[in-house]
């Protein structure tokens, strides 16, 4: 699963019809608005990357979008993937890719 934080902007008088439009798009919640402003932080989750940046060009193409960014990425490592990982970068001998210290 994907999950991504993205910053909306609109002209701040379409902040309430671009609410109601981005909470009706699959995998997408807003979270917080400033109608000053016309920002919008939403999340959105998708399956896979390339479906979690198809759904950012929606957004980025829906009416009166100005700006949508991404500034948050993450992905959960599903055991698919790793059973999918060339079996040479976990052998012995190897350094691990991260570090003992990072995973506490």
Excluded: C, W
């Excluded at 979270?31 to 990357?49: K, L, N, S, Y």
């Amino acid at each position: 699963m994907n999950v991504s934080g993205i910053l909306v902007v609109v002209p701040p008088d379409r902040v309430a019809g671009a609410v109601d439009t981005l909470n009706g798009l699959p995998g997408v919640e807003v979270h917080h608005t400033d109608p000053a402003t016309g920002r919008i932080v939403v999340t959105q989750e998708a399956e896979t990357i390339g479906a979690e940046v198809d759904a950012l060009k929606r957004i980025k193409a829906l009416p009166h979008v100005i700006l949508a960014e991404m500034v948050y990425h993450h992905f959960e490592e599903s055991a698919e993937i790793i059973q999918e990982l060339p079996s040479d970068l976990e052998s012995e001998g190897v350094a691990p890719r991260v570090p003992s210290f990072l995973n506490d």
